[in-house]
């Protein structure tokens, strides 16, 4: 039952926060807040209620017929990877609230019923584990997010807010016609129609369906994460959203990309993924080095931290597709520090904007002078994406490194040439605004008390992320193990290879 | 004819005494509120009597008409779309000079040439049902003389629609020169391929002009956009709803048992299905109009319900139905809110009228936003399980090429879906008109559309189970 709770009390939060707009401008966002911090709290019941023998795959679930005549089930479950999962999208959901706290003046009922529904739509996509009910989330975020950018965003919004939504619906729309397929492939084996996770795993697939309906999965995964070359609404989205919903993007909606792939695409067609590797690769480290000089030759600041993004996420495709557990795991923690510093990146880039009202790098400089701690803020997270040791960013691209270098060394080789890049961007960035004289004599306050407590709240995650990993790859393990069982995961197999 | 096939019959019997006592209404005492009471208490009783007629189908009534669990539920979804659209009339010419009166004598006509289209099971009663309902509509459409865009529509579908029956009749004495008969079911048991009928396609081919014409689908299409535009909105929404059921309810009938076998009856049926949701939805990017864009919208909402008659898998007839339903929820709230919307001296069917509606009246905008969500097939609405339905017996039936092309053109048409809805929710330039209240009919009817919406779109099970009983056509 939690489990609904979580998702309904977001929904709930939503609505009274609209409403109550009508009598305070504050109360809408104390309502939004102590609706994320009581799922935080009731997520933390779920880890302490959890079963620990190993039997059991997932920590808590529920499950209700939805419509019985088409096999549909309202099967909402929860195990160490949708935990992480969850952790995240509460502790980002916070950091969007608290950073839209002066940004966001107008309309703020709606807004905030957006934020909240928008965070509700994520918590299902990463509970759902009956494949209809996925896709229903899956289209579902997509609505508030869009409203988030065309109402509240920047000056091309429209056109931002159009191109994202067209690009997902069109992906989804695929996964869903891939969903039905596997569907009725199920049926004809078996003579059960259902859209149960559970019981299409393992369903007989001849080799072209199998590669043709793993296609309809992994385009839809592929726009989200996103993979280049379907990655173009990213730097519009990201640009043009409120920094509330530049964090939610970022950190939240390109992992549930990421999510897909490890839920679905690999434990349901483990031979058409294995073959499918090379290209995935192929994308995965054009992606990273794409993403990084893109970032470099940008002027818009925001629009550099998108880039970023694409590079980053080169790295989850990367580590997935290594079919090793290293790799895996730096998968995961890739996906988890990216969300933590570039949400962190993009929360400092939204307060410059509010601040200076540009975010054009030729128009900075010398912001340091002015504005130490946002500025030292700055270097910490740019650190943290160019891959500094001892932040959680190093950690990821480093495990995924590790595990791709087993299956090709080329292409390893290549994607380190992106960390080298990203040092580039980071620094120049760091450079052109924080950096040298102050030409446009800027004066501005320093980092606000609230700015501060996110700061240091996400510096402290990403440094314990860092130094001391092993809890949240220990959390992993399980579902890991799982992954593994399942997709009978042919690290063996690789290994025979010569 | 006995007793008990009068009892099925009563649901029809009652349309056809509704219009009578309606006309003598209008006669004796000439009131808008008593006319608009005398229709809906005759929709009313003719929906309530198909709970009566139920327990007594299937029945052949005379060789024309079959009343069966089928046709009973068409006919109910009929007259309760018939009874939103007299509601909304209500509203919508309360408010403007002139008599009213006979546009509800019409619309009962209307209806029961709807109601004759989903009973019958002959070419007679087939054209029969077809022309009481185009002739009916003729003056449905222009029924505002002195607007020069209704007289336009009016005339347009005028001589389209008696173009179209022309063709049907003469598709109609090919098929009987061939056959000999004018039963559905004697065409249905006969073999089209390579058969030495070789009047009988030509004459199939010629009927599906005459339906091809009434559901808008391309090329028979060029009157959809100026009649939706130029005809009063209520009757802009029984266009699009009440009559292209009624003709769905017909094709189904019609052709699904045989003659989709045929190859050349497929090949014909493709192209138009590909035809009508390429055009639909690339025609409607450059509207402006919102009646328009729903004009266009509806020819390509046709060619996805093609798709699924394409397919022709067990599912098809349940995937249909329920797509029937979850459009005319959808169009007659669509309709309802430009009806709600317009002032005396216009419609409100221009994109500026709809500009920063959210901000003024939030609550009418957002049944607008679940409404063009539903159309685009987003979930939590009737639309995306429709669509879903759809899909779903295409996969059943491996069409695969025919579900790519319904996806990408649905792409294209959530763009001008998002275009109105960015509008909704744009800045509004100045302050425009004022707040007018809502008549309660409107309101209740609208309310009503809106939880059957959003209702089915997240928990659709009910009219899953309802459609299963009657029509059958699930797994």
Known sequence: MILVLLIAILLLGGILA?????????????????????????????????????????????????????????????????????????????????????EIREKIGFFHFNLMWVLAGIVSVFLAIDLFLFYFAWELMLIPMYFLIVIWGHERRVYAGTKFFLFTQCSGLLMLIAILALYFIHHQSTGVYTFEYSELLGTPLSGGAELAIMLGFFVAFAVKLPVVPLHTWLPDAHTEAPTAGSVILAGLLLKTGGYGLLRFVIPLFPRAAHQFTPVALTLGVIGIIYGAVMAFSQTDL????????????????????????????????????????????????????????????????????????????????????????????????????????????????????????????????????????????????????????????????????????????????????????????????????? | MNAADRLALLPLLLLAGTAVVVMLGIAVKRSHVLTAGLTLTGLAASFLSIFAAAPLVPRQASSLLLIDRYALFYLGLIIASTAAVAVLSYQYFAKREGQHEELY???????????????????????????????????????????????EAGIKYLILASTSAAFLVFGMALIYADTGSLSFSS????????????????????????????????????WTPDVYQGAPAPVTAFVATTSKTAVVGLLLRYLLAGTQQSRAVFLLLSVIAV???????????????????????????FGYILVAFLAGSTMTPGAITFYLVAYTVTILAAFGIVTVLSTSEADADDLDDYRGLFWRRPVLASVFTAVLLSLAGIPATMGFIGKFYILASGANASAWPLMIVLVLTSVVGLFYYLRIVVTVFSEEPEARSSRRRLGWGSALVLGGLAVLLVGFGVYPGPLFHLIQATIGGTN
């Open chain 1, 18 to 102: 609209a409403i109550s707009a009508r009598w305070s401008t504050q109360l809408p966002r104390w309502i939004s807040l102590a609706a994320i911090a009581v799922d935080l709290v009731l997520a933390s019941r779920i880890w302490a209620g959890r079963s620990t023998s190993t039997s059991k795959v997932w920590y808590d679930e529920v499950d209700w017929n939805w419509v019985p005549s088409f096999g549909i089930h309202f099967h909402l479950a929860v195990d160490g990877l949708s935990f992480l999962m969850l952790i995240l999208t509460f502790s980002l959901g916070i950091v969007a609230v608290l950073c839209s706290w002066t």
């Open chain 1, 302 to 498: 925001k629009r550099l931290v998108a880039y970023t993004s694409v590079s980053h996420l080169g790295f989850v495709l990367l580590g997935i597709f290594s079919w090793n557990s290293l790799a895996l795991q730096g998968a995961l923690m890739t996906m988890i520090c990216h969300g933590l510093s570039t949400g962190a990146l993009f929360v400092l880039v939204g307060g410059l904007q509010e601040r200076i009202h540009t975010r054009d790098l030729n128009r900075m400089g010398g912001l340091w002078t002015v504005a130490p701690r946002l500025s030292a803020s700055a270097l910490f997270f740019s650190l943290a994406s160019l891959g500094l040791p001892g932040l959680g960013d190093f950690v990821g691209e480093f495990l995924v490194l590790l595990g791709s270098y087993r299956v090709s060394v080329a292409l390893t080789v290549v994607a380190t040439l992106g960390i080298l890049a990203s040092t580039f961007y980071a620094l120049r960035m760091m450079q052109r605004a924080f950096f040298g004289p102050n030409p446009n004599s800027w004066q501005l306050p320093d980092l606000k008390p609230r700015e501060g407590l996110i700061m240091t709240v996400m510096i402290l995650g990403l440094l314990w992320l860092g130094f001391y990993p092993q809890p949240v790859l220990n959390t992993f393990a399980p579902a890991m193990d799982n992954l593994e069982r399942v997709a009978q995961m042919p690290t063996a197999a690789l290994r025979r290879q010569p």
């Open chain 2, 105 to 151: 004598l019409l619309l009962v006509l209307a209806t029961l040439g709807c109601g004759v289209l989903v009973t019958s099971v002959h070419f007679v009663s087939f054209l029969l049902g077809l022309e009481i309902l185009s002739i009916s509509l003729y003056g449905m459409v222009a029924y505002f003389t002195t607007r020069g865009q209704a007289l």
């Open chain 2, 187 to 222: 065409i249905r048991n006969l073999s089209l391929d390579g058969s030495d009928l070789a009047l009988l396609l030509p004459g199939i081919a010629l009927s599906v002009t005459g339906i091809g014409f009434k559901l808008g689908v391309v090329p028979f299409h060029l």
């Open chain 2, 275 to 301: 035809a009508s949701m390429c055009a639909g939805n690339l025609l409607a990017l450059r509207q402006n109009n919102v009646k328009r864009v729903l004009a266009y919208s509806s020819i390509a909402h």
